[in-house]
């Protein structure tokens, strides 16, 4: 992954927020977080349960609305509702926690849905994009089944099919392996792996830690709603800096 | 016997207009009662709470009273229809106010998850209610939706106090001349049974090929 760039200057920040804050009642959920994603960048964000982290993550397509400050995508602020919204979700993919196929449709028609609804693609051209799609995730005998008749780690990754069918600018991950039984995490984390080294601007929030020591260009570590510590990988897990890195990484490492 | 041979034309003509009205009935309350629900699910204060009031309304109302009123104090008012339309009108609205409650309930039942991915993707909110919301919906209530159509063709006799000559005003009309009450009601029960039994297989099927695996 070495030809990638680098954050800095020279790359355009795909996805921007600023001085971010959100509270749920009197919780604190997010704290001034501000944090620039490069296009083509593969960013981890880790931390302990409750930290924000995947409330961060669904703030970034707006399934979570913010208190204040500013979140920007390819240079665009985030649109409130409406239309312009639902444009701008289109363009960002996301993978969730416990899948969410939709459950009445096959496995072609849920990643075929968007294309032909959202995109006005014609049936046929959806049809066929959607085929290679599964066939790139390694489920395309699948494609005419349901989702409950496939494995976690199937579904997961015709989720990830269905994101991708979009051609999405970014694409979230919200602990897209946290409710797999663990031997299928390593099929979904292997597309995903794939993904990043084609170029995929992504944001991935995770337990895996050998995924972001592969995969990442830069590892974000939050903790009670702030960003704590962000580096790369071998710096993170090498040398962190903070105590509550220290303490997270021998909590997790210990066992 | 004969009484049923000699009357086989009006008889046959009879069942004629209660199938019509329950057809007729049925569909036009699952459209109007799908879209009652749409109302009542929307994001618009305005257009769920008049949603929230129609099914009030003809929860509440017997239906009856709602046939009374239609055919006799919608033509004091100007508005003339034949019978038989204005009976399949009020039948509908007031089923339809069923058919929503069913389905609404198929609502509470599709996870929040669905919704978020649709959004996520990229569909408008019309385009999530009206291509994962409302089919996993409906998939939910077969049954119930069902029941309600069953009611609805017990519910069409009543159009017969209202002049409507369907099965149970025809079946009172020929008890009339030949005095048989045992037998010809029964068999008014017996098609009756048979237009619910059909409805009910009908649904059982729908709802093992339309059921959701989960």
């Known amino acids: 992954m070495s030809e990638k760039p680098q954050n800095d200057a020279v790359a355009r920040a795909m996805v921007r927020l600023r001085a971010v804050d959100k509270h749920y009642g009197e919780l604190h959920v997010l704290r001034d977080i501000s944090l620039d994603i490069a296009e083509r960048e593969v960013v981890v964000v880790v931390g302990p349960s409750g930290s924000g982290k995947s409330t961060l993550c669904r703030t970034i397509n707006r399934l979570e609305t913010i208190d204040s400050g500013e979140i920007l995508l390819d240079g665009e602020p985030l649109p409130v509702e409406g239309a312009a919204l639902a444009r701008l979700r289109s363009e960002v993919g996301m993978v969730f926690q416990s899948f969410n196929l939709f459950a009445h449709l096959s496995i072609l028609e849920n990643v075929t849905l968007a294309p032909i609804n959202v995109l006005k693609m014609s049936k046929a051209d959806a049809r066929r994009e959607g085929l290679e799609l599964l066939a790139r995730v390694g489920i395309a005998d699948k494609a005419d089944r349901f989702p409950a008749q496939l494995s976690g780690g199937q579904q997961q990754r015709a989720a990830i099919a269905r994101a991708l069918a979009m051609h999405p600018k970014v694409m979230l991950f919200d602990e897209p392996t946290s409710a797999l039984d663990p031997e299928m995490v390593g099929e979904v984390l292997e597309v995903m792996t794939s993904l990043a080294a084609e170029g995929m601007t992504m944001v991935v929030v995770t337990h895996e830690m050998g995924f972001a020591r592969r995969a990442a260009d830069r590892v974000v570590f939050m903790d009670a709603g702030q960003i704590v510590e962000e580096s790369t990988p071998s710096d993170f897990f090498d040398n962190p800096r903070s105590e509550r890195a220290k303490a997270f990484l021998a909590s997790i490492l210990a066992h | ?214």
């Open chain 2, 1 to 214: 016997m004969e009484m049923i041979t000699e009357n086989a034309g009006l008889l046959l003509d009879a069942i004629g207009t209660t199938l019509l009205m329950v057809v007729v009935a049925g569909v036009g309350s699952l459209i109007l009662g799908v879209l009652v629900t749409v109302a009542r699910v929307s994001p618009i204060p305005i257009l769920r709470r008049a949603a929230f009031l129609y099914v009030q309304f003809f929860i509440n109302v017997p239906l009856l009273a709602l046939l009374l009123l239609a055919v006799f104090a919608l033509p004091d008012a100007g508005l003339i229809l034949p019978l038989l339309p204005t009976a399949i009108i009020v039948l509908t609205v007031y089923e339809s106010a069923y058919v929503a409650e069913a389905v609404r309930s198929g609502v509470n039942t599709v996870a929040v998850g669905q919704i978020e991915a649709s959004r996520a993707l990229g569909l408008t909110l019309w385009q999530t209610l009206r291509l994962v919301v409302i089919p996993q919906s409906l998939r939910a209530v077969v049954q119930p939706i069902g029941n309600v159509m069953i009611a609805l063709a017990m519910n069409t006799a009543l159009a017969a106090v209202v002049g409507v000559v369907e099965l149970t005003s025809r079946v009172n009309k020929i008890n009339l001349v030949y005095a048989q009450p045992i037998e010809i009601f029964t068999g008014a029960g017996i098609v009756y049974m048979l237009i619910a039994l059909a409805i009910g297989l009908a649904a059982g099927r729908i709802e093992r090929k339309v059921a959701i695996l989960r």
